[in-house]
């Protein structure tokens, strides 16, 4: 379900930031604009706390906010995007930003750059992803890179003691057998992460493959694939890892994570989503990075977490601009919307941040700060399709998860079935 402000605030008792003000009188709002963007209960708190404050500065422009999960929003994404009813901004991940360019529902922003939205400021090199054949196409709007969250007090408790910048692949099964036992049972050591594309992404970078080569075509291999699935398979057979019922729910909300739940004490998400993750949690998160092969090379990747972007469908367009300038220039807004979305790619967003940082904010920053040197490239841009991939992964994967299919036949499987969905999406 779409999730509008005004649902929002009655689910939520008016949590929002800066829900307290008043409202700008109808009669000043003469244009109107929409913003979509895939959230969770923090960043919603804050994206609509953001409309509140940019309406209170510009009482001549409406704003309607529209939140959903990560799944429902490429449905939803795709349904509006053929019947050209898109909003106006909408936001990008780095995944899915070439596919809609090629798609023809963005429009290029290099023309509004200095007259309409000001990124004078950014760190050099800030804008570089959000290009598409030499044009940008999306706003950069916080840096991230990919985590294992942790609940501190079952790792303490099971005597657990690990190099969060350095853990291997067999220090992490060691903890997640220590976790199980101290715990009885009552908490397994991790969430099964078979059917998370994003974090088998980091393992087949290990071996030097990108999911996608430059020319769009599938890079990683059957056999990278396949150990991937059989890593996971044989923690799942240990019973050190949550069991196929759990793991075979895709896109669940993170509410329903075992992390949250106490069922188990790591998963998979992005940097910024920690603190979402420690507001639905008594126990303190930490934050550790994706444990690597001995021996093999970094595969994490610093990424610009998501991007604003124009729709093709976008009328009002200097009212647009003034929301997506007003997100990145002003310090005021930068500290209402937090981190969630990623640490500001510029100096003076991170200034405007640091003391106001909660202490799981500070978290990742000091996460983000430790990473550094220890991560790889960024990876090349993924082509049209990636969403089919995508569901293929985790369509095959819940065959090996349930057993109906061994870890090296599955990969062979979406080997086959992701290279014919990528020459498809070349047609």
């Given at each position: 379900?779409?999730?509008?402000?005004?649902?929002?605030?009655?689910?939520?008792?008016?949590l929002a930031l800066g829900a307290g003000l008043p409202a700008a009188p109808a009669w000043a709002q003469q244009k109107s604009i929409r913003h979509f963007w895939w959230g969770n209960p923090e960043r919603d708190r804050r994206t609509f706390a953001y409309i509140d404050w940019f309406q209170q500065a510009h009482p001549d422009i409406a704003?309607?906010?529209?939140?959903?999960?990560?799944?429902?929003?490429w449905a939803k994404m795709a349904t509006?995007?053929?019947?050209?009813n898109m909003a106006d901004i909408v936001q990008m991940p780095y995944i899915y930003l070439h596919e809609y360019v090629q798609r023809g529902a963005l429009v290029p922003l290099d023309d509004y750059l200095g007259s309409g939205i000001d990124v004078s400021f950014y760190d050099e090199g800030a804008l570089?992803?959000?290009?598409?054949?030499?044009?940008?196409?999306?706003i950069n709007i916080g840096a991230t890179s990919q985590v294992i969250p942790y609940n501190q007090r079952v790792f303490d408790e099971a005597g657990v003691a690990f190099d969060r910048f350095g853990w291997t692949t067999d220090t992490f099964a060691?903890?997640?057998?220590?976790?199980t036992d101290a715990t009885e049972g009552a908490v397994t050591g991790s969430e099964d992460l078979s059917l998370y594309i994003e974090n088998f992404e980091v393992w087949g970078r290990e071996n030097?493959?990108?999911?996608?080569?430059?020319?769009?075509?599938?890079?990683?291999?059957a056999e990278d694939v396949g150990s991937y699935w059989r890593f996971w398979t044989d923690l799942r057979k240990a019973g050190i890892i949550e069991g196929p019922d759990a793991t075979v729910r895709v896109d669940k909300p993170m509410s329903d994570?075992?992390?949250?739940?106490?069922?188990?004490?790591?998963?998979?998400?992005?940097?910024?989503?920690?603190?979402?993750?420690?507001?639905?949690?008594?126990?303190p998160v930490g934050l550790a990075m994706v444990p690597r092969r001995a021996g093999m090379a970094y595969g994490?990747?610093?990424?610009?977490?998501?991007?604003?972007?124009?729709?093709?469908?976008?009328?009002?367009?200097?009212?647009?601009?003034?929301?997506?300038n007003d997100w990145v220039s002003s310090p005021d807004a930068i500290r209402v919307l937090g981190i969630d979305r990623g640490i500001p790619p510029s100096a003076m967003g991170r200034d405007a941040l640091m003391p106001v940082l909660s202490d799981t904010e500070a978290k990742v920053v000091d996460y983000y700060a430790g990473i550094q040197g220890k991560v790889g490239p960024v990876p090349n841009p993924a082509p049209k399709g990636v969403g089919e991939v995508r569901d293929s992964f985790m369509r095959t994967g819940t065959d090996v998860v349930l057993g109906y299919v061994s870890p090296e036949d599955g990969a062979a499987r979406f080997v086959e079935d992701a290279a014919a969905i990528l020459e498809r999406a070349r047609m």
């Open positions: 379900m779409v999730v509008s402000r005004r649902t929002f605030l009655m689910v939520s008792g008016g704003v309607s906010g529209e939140t959903i999960g990560w799944g429902d929003y509006q995007t053929a019947g050209r570089d992803s959000g290009m598409v054949d030499g044009m940008l196409y999306g060691d903890a997640c057998q220590k976790i030097g493959h990108d999911l996608y080569s430059k020319d769009g075509e599938l890079q990683v291999t994570l075992g992390i949250v739940s106490g069922t188990t004490a790591t998963t998979f998400r992005y940097a910024n989503q920690a603190v979402a993750v420690q507001s639905l949690m008594q126990d994490q990747y610093i990424l610009p977490s998501m991007y604003l972007s124009i729709s093709r469908d976008a009328e009002n367009i200097d009212a647009v601009l003034a929301y997506i």
